[in-house]
Nanobody, 125 residues
């Protein structure tokens, strides 16, 4: 059974940094991604990574956020730097388990089957 547990959300000031973690269990191969849902808005894709280490980012976070995972593929990370008030959101990790190493990099939420419960990030000025 796939389980995803996010952590690391917090309240920070503009320009600050946070690192979100997502503990992943029950998966050998998968596409992985981070999404976020700002207050009163739709969920949006933030970043994704495949089993080859290829990544993609939403334009709004390019150059500020980094996605990575540990070699054992048991933890997914989102390093967030130069945070802005518009980064305030509930952040979710998501996975799409695959039979073979995942080559897909996508921040379309319909691609993903499993979701964590979310961790809140609040950026204030």
């Amino acid at each position: 059974q796939v389980q995803l547990v996010e952590s690391g959300g917090d309240s920070v000031q503009v320009g600050g940094s946070l690192r979100l973690s997502c503990s992943v269990s029950g998966i050998k191969y998968s596409c992985m991604a981070w999404f976020r849902q700002p207050p009163g808005k739709e969920r949006e894709g933030v970043a994704s990574i495949n089993d080859y280490g290829q990544t993609s980012f939403a334009d709004s976070v390019k150059g500020r956020f980094t996605i990575s995972k540990d070699k054992a593929k048991t933890t997914l990370y989102l390093q967030m730097d130069s945070l802005k008030p518009e980064d305030t959101a509930m952040y979710y990790c998501a996975t799409k388990p695959t039979v073979y190493p995942c080559s897909l990099i996508s921040i379309v939420d319909g691609e993903y089957n499993n979701w964590g419960q979310g961790t809140q990030v609040t950026v204030s000025s």
